[in-house]
Each structure stands twice: as structure tokens, then as C-alpha cells.
């Protein structure tokens, strides 16, 4: 049995944050041939479950970098938590020094009010100024990050801490890079924390046994089955993990060159069906093998 893993954001979902007709085709076709998708996120299960329905689509899907994985009928198979100790010491670090930060659990993804507020406003006082192409697509992924399905405001962070729920992401954004670059470095220090980034203008920490590429290896033994003919498509920093573990890597138009030069293939954009592009290329290929 094949596997397809397939990234959401700048890889599955367009412009416009949906599932093409064409992509969801497509990976009903290679459902019907026995392979299964396999959907991994940076994104939230329960955002991912709501964009899936309205795409009508089920699949695995392994979700907030790796520390989840549900099956096709919403079953949770995995979850991998960041000590609520560690949590808090996290959040705090990023609350002193004003970063924008959601709070993902098993339940909710939870952001401060007055934070969303100012991070709006930098957005805003952005847009208003003569930006470049790089710096305009970041501000658009930034301000569609607001789409994400499970907000839930807070007033300050000892309201999250105080939920009893699974703490599994930390995300924190910055258009500063070197202040992005010092959370970073903060944050890999830590033995037990995994940190990656899915745009450039942000970083999400987990638990260090959870990455897309360690997610994915588990569902596949847990299934009995194997990577060895699996396909990964992606476009960013964390889904590097899971390129590494798969034979065919597939790398999104729309990503950036040091994505592509570790990848096996590129594809066309995510505006441009490049996921079902790279299913059909990928399903033919099998087929010529047989
Ligand atoms: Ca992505």
C-alpha cells in the first residue's frame, strides 16, 4: 500500500484557502486505488475536520506538526504534549517581549486579545506602506492565518495555562526577523522541544518526538505498512521532517529554493492543482512499476 502526505497551507489549499475541485478529485482517485492520503498540518485537527468536510473529503490526518494523528472517522490515534510547566515558561518568555502566540490544545487554539489586536494593526500599518512581492504574499499568509477555524480570546496567558486540556503547539509570530530569529534560538536550546516554521514570519514549537516526518513513519507501522513507495508534497520548513522519511519528495512551485533543492521533484503551484498534478504523475509511475 502507497501513502501520499500532503501539507495544507501553500500546498493543498489555494489562495482562497479552499480545496480545489481538481485536488479533491484527485485524491479521490488515488483513494480508489488503494493508497492512502494521509492530510499533515501545522493546522489545528478540529480546523483541518471543518476544511475537510466542506471538501468532502476523510482522510488520516496528522495535524499541529505532528502531535496528532486521527483516522479517517475522526478516531484519535496519537497525541504528543509539551509539559504545561514548559508551557508556561514558553509563553511567558514570549508575553515579556510582545510576540504574537496561539496556544494550541486538544480543544481550542487560544490567543490573547489584545495581542490579535496589535498584530492586526502591524498587518494593517504594513499594508498601508509600499511593501515588495515577498512582503506582501507574507503579510496575506499572515492575515489568512485569522481563518483558522477553534479561536478562542483570552485576556492574558494564565487563562490558557489554567485550561486542563492537552497542550500541544506553540505558535509566535513576528515580521522582525531577528526578533523571530532570538525565539528561535531560545527555544532550540531545549532538548525536549521541537521548533520548525511554516512561513517566514513565524515558528511553531512542539514536543521534540513530534514532527510530520515521525507522525507519518508511526501511522504507517501502526498500519503495517510502509514508506517505501510513499509521496510527500509540501511547501515549507516543517515538512522537512517528512521528506526525509519518504522516497518521492515533492516540492510545491510556490516554495522556496532551499525546499526545493532537497526535494525529488517540484510541482506546479498551489494555485495550479499542484497537488493533483503530483498525485497523477505519482499514481502513473506506480502503474508503469506494476
Ligand atoms: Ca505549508
Known sequence: MGYIAIDLDGTLLNHQ????????????????SGIEVVISTGRAYFDVQNICEKAEISTFVIGTNGSTIHSKDGMKISSITIAKDRVEAIVKWL???NFYYEVFTDKAIYTLKNGREQFQNEINR??????????????????RQFDQFGYVLVDNYHDILNKEEEFLNILACSFDKKKLEEAWNQFKE?????????????IEITNKSASKGLALEKLAFLMNGSLDQAM??????????????????VAMDNANDDIKAVCTTTTLSNDQNGVAH?????MENLAIKK
Open 95 to 97: 508575553d515579556e517581549r
Open 190 to 202: 531545549y532538548n525536549e522541544l521541537m521548533v520548525v516554521s511554516s512561513a517566514d514570519h513565524n
Open 17 to 32: 484557502n479552499e480545496i480545489s475541485e481538481e485536488n479533491i478529485k484527485a485524491i479521490k482517485y488515488a483513494q480508489e
Open 232 to 249: 510527500a508534497i509540501g511547501d515549507s520548513n516543517n515538512d522537512l521532517s517528512m521528506f526525509q522519511k519518504v522516497r518521492h519528495s
Open 278 to 282: 503530483a498525485i497523477y504523475q505519482y
Open 126 to 143: 504594513l499594508k498601508s506602506t509600499d511593501l515588495d512581492e515577498y512582503m506582501k504574499e507574507l503579510v496575506q499568509v499572515a492575515e
